[in-house]
């Protein structure tokens, strides 16, 4: 049998972590022979809600699930962990002025950075999902120089999965038979959703759409606006979505992409596609033998170079923010 691999789980009594420790514990994340041991953090104010997770998950008599670390101490949360997917974090409040959630979100993921740096696993994988997810990731790998910068992502994949869905829908085909969307750049309304590369069997999805106006406007702004109309309807955030991503997310980077298959993934810029080197930024990745690679030689048209440059800006701009926190 194989070893337990420990995943930390950082807001485990928010939503999202309700919605994604079940699925850790039952295999989605690692596979269905991982067995697991789920190191779950939040904060004292919800440091009873954790324990109530705790209770449920010892109920929900997991085969795989062979330990549950339940804490508000992060040293305690971070030690040993081979994966830590970082959920916590400040949401933003009415009236709060956007510097003030980037100040208290910089200030977490500085303290979290030195837990995960001294505590973790060797080789430990990193996906930040809280918001400013991008900026948040950037934060905790400057604050972690031990951990290979490779090892720190942030989560585009709803995204990534959201422009799956609506193509999907649009052309009346199986989500699984669409590849090779792309979200480029930040988690937030600036993110470019490109189909300019996607594929559905061995057709061209624009080709099938017919339809330059809907993909280059509507398909656009509702794959980038669709995390508010779930608040519309829900009267909360996605969560369920979000979980599955998370756990789509780190399965592939493990066990690899499928061949002919990329995904979206936050990550460290080399430079690719001369986005600016240095940023947290979403790119088309394979990965192989748990290593992600930045899918190279797309062709960039004028229209998909300027949404680019676009949220490229904003991530520059955040990044200028998130270090004005630091002084
Ligand atoms: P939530 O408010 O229900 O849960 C957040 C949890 O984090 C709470 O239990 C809170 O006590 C905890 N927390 C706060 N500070 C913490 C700290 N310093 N250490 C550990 N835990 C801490 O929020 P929800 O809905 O679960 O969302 C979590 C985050 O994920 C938010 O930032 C949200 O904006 C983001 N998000 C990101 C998505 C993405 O695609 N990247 C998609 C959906 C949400």
Redesign the pocket.
């Known amino acids: 049998a194989k070893d337990p691999v420990r995943v930390l789980v950082?807001?485990a009594?928010?939503?999202?972590?309700y919605a994604l420790v079940p699925m850790i514990a039952r295999g989605i994340m690692l596979g269905a022979d991982q067995p697991v041991i789920l190191h779950m953090?939040?904060?004292p104010?919800?440091a009873e809600a954790l324990n109530g997770v705790k209770m449920e998950l010892v109920d929900a008599a997991f085969p795989l699930l062979k330990g549950v670390v339940a804490t508000t101490d992060a040293v305690e949360a971070c030690t040993g962990v081979n994966v830590a997917v970082m959920?916590?974090?400040?949401?933003r409040k009415e009236g709060m002025e956007r510097k003030d959630v980037m100040s208290k979100n910089v200030s977490?993921y500085k303290s979290q950075a030195s837990a995960l740096e001294k505590h973790a696993a060797a080789n430990c994988k990193v996906l930040v999902?809280?918001?400013p997810?991008n900026t948040n990731a950037l934060i905790l790998k400057e604050f972690a120089p031990s951990i290979p910068e490779k090892n720190i992502t942030c989560?585009t994949r709803?995204d990534h999965n959201r422009a799956l869905g609506q193509i999907s829908e649009k052309l009346g085909v199986q989500v699984s038979e669409v590849k090779n969307v792309i979200i480029w750049g930040n988690?937030s309304s600036t993110q470019y959703p490109d189909v300019t590369h996607a594929t559905v069997g061995d057709k061209s999805v624009p080709e099938l759409i017919k339809d330059d106006e809907w993909l280059k406007s509507g398909f656009i702004s509702t794959v980038q606006q669709r995390?508010a109309a779930i608040i519309k309807a829900r009267k909360l955030?996605?969560?369920l979505s979000?979980a599955s991503s998370a756990c789509d997310h780190i399965r592939d980077w493990v066990c690899g992409t499928p061949e002919g298959t990329w995904v979206s993934m936050g990550v460290y810029s080399d430079g690719s596609y001369n986005v600016p080197a240095g940023l947290i930024y979403s790119f088309p990745v394979t990965c192989r033998n748990g290593e992600w690679t930045i899918v190279q030689g797309l062709s960039i048209d004028e229209f998909s170079r300027k949404k680019l440059d676009l949220t490229a800006e904003e991530l520059t701009e955040e990044k200028a923010l998130a270090y004005s926190c630091l002084s």
């Not at 009594?13 to 972590?17: N, P």
């Not at 959920?87 to 949401?91: C, E, S």
């Open positions: 950082t807001g009594a928010g939503q999202i972590g953090l939040d904060i104010p919800a959920v916590g974090g400040f949401p977490i999902v809280a918001n997810a989560l709803l988690h995390g955030s996605s969560a979000a």
